[in-house]
Nanobody, 122 residues
Framework: QVQLVESGGGQVQPGGSLRLSCAASGTIFSISTMAWYRRAPENQRELVADIARSGATSYADSVKGRFTISRDDAKNMVYLQMNSLKPEDTAVYYC????????????????WGQGTQVTVSS
């Protein structure tokens, strides 16, 4: 089994910054794509940013230029640096990772964290 644990959420004023972290643990051989999603009240879950093992990244248009995703494969961690936060960034943020459990695993499996609340309000 694999566990993903997010941290770093909280309340911040508009224009402020937060850094989310997600630690993966358990039976892990390697991790392919890692990502951050969010779900605002009464909205569907949306992809915020993802990062491939190669380091290639992609972002939702709404966060481009403000958010930066990064990863540390030695620690099985993924981060989301969020700058210039806006009230519309308020949501529960979820970490997602596709994990190969062993060297012989034929495919990676998706795992999710429990989420961390980010509230942007004055």
């Amino acid at each position: 089994q694999v566990q993903l644990v997010e941290s770093g959420g909280g309340q911040v004023q508009p224009g402020g910054s937060l850094r989310l972290s997600c630690a993966a643990s358990g039976t892990i051989f390697s991790i392919s794509t890692m990502a951050w999603y969010r779900r605002a009240p009464e909205n569907q879950r949306e992809l915020v940013a993802d990062i491939a093992r190669s380091g290639a990244t992609s972002y939702a248009d709404s966060v481009k230029g403000r958010f930066t995703i990064s990863r540390d494969d030695a620690k099985n961690m993924v981060y989301l640096q969020m700058n210039s936060l806006k009230p519309e960034d308020t949501a529960v943020y979820y970490c997602n990772a596709y994990v190969y459990a062993t060297i012989s695993s034929p495919r990676s499996l998706p795992y999710w964290g429990q989420g961390t609340q980010v509230t942007v309000s004055s």
